[in-house]
T-cell receptor, first 115, second 113 residues
């Protein structure tokens, strides 16, 4: 059982380049989220999705786009990379909210450096 | 404005003793609280959670306590083991939104043999 899989694990970009961080889950989870973690900080929510075709912004959405065409995949796109986007990016998925709250499960992250 | 605060950046305990990690929150809409453990170069791993209708939840060596009036929760690890050495994050979400977690900055726990 792979859980949440993120690719690539490491990436170096130049300012202005674009790229897509991939996230896939095999648990048939309805909910998926992207977070970033900067040194000495907790994780901060970038975007989230409550199902295929439905996405919304989190706390720090600027400079990022998302889409959710399938239940399994939730890619994060950087349209024009900036040094301030150097960070570790985590994707997470979960099922069950409300009375049956279930925890989010995280991938191992993508470490992104922008020069 | 930090809505979830972990005021101790680090904590060191002896093997076999109790570890107590603390977390405070300010948002009254938070309904679901979690603790995650994180090793370097890995993603956060879920440890234990508690909903606002409870004040205690136990899972083996781990117990989480919630004091809603004080907006405070704590994680107790008994007995502590060297393998527990990691960064521990407190997180919270509003009712019905477990996909919108707000995290604290984390506490580095070191358990000395």
């Amino acid at each position: 059982n792979a859980g949440v899989t993120q690719t690539p694990k490491f990436q170096v970009l130049k300012t202005g380049q674009s790229m897509t961080l991939q996230c896939a889950q095999d648990m048939n989870h309805e909910y998926m989220s992207w977070y970033r973690q900067d040194p000495g900080m907790g994780l901060r929510l970038i975007h989230y999705s409550v199902g295929a075709g439905i996405t919304d912004q989190g706390e720090v959405p600027n400079g990022y786009n998302v889409s959710r065409s399938t239940t399994e995949d939730f890619p994060l796109r950087l349209l024009s990379a900036a040094p301030s986007q150097t960070s570790v990016y985590f994707c997470a998925s979960s099922s069950g909210t409300g009375e049956d709250n279930q925890p989010q499960h995280f991938g191992d992250g993508t470490r992104l450096s922008i020069l | 404005d930090q809505q979830v605060k972990q005021n101790s950046p680090s904590l060191s305990v002896q093997e076999g003793r109790i570890s107590i990690l603390n977390c405070d929150y300010t948002n009254s809409m938070f309904d679901y609280f979690l603790w995650y453990k994180k090793y370097p170069a890995e993603g956060p791993t879920f440890l234990i959670s508690i909903s606002s209708i409870k004040d205690k939840n136990e899972d083996g060596r781990f117990t989480v306590f919630l004091n809603k009036s004080a907006k405070h929760l704590s994680l107790h690890i008994v007995p502590s083991q060297p393998g527990d050495s990691a960064v521990y994050f407190c997180a919270a979400s509003p009712r019905g939104s477990n996909y919108k977690l707000t995290f604290g900055k984390g506490t580095l726990l070191t358990v000395n043999p």
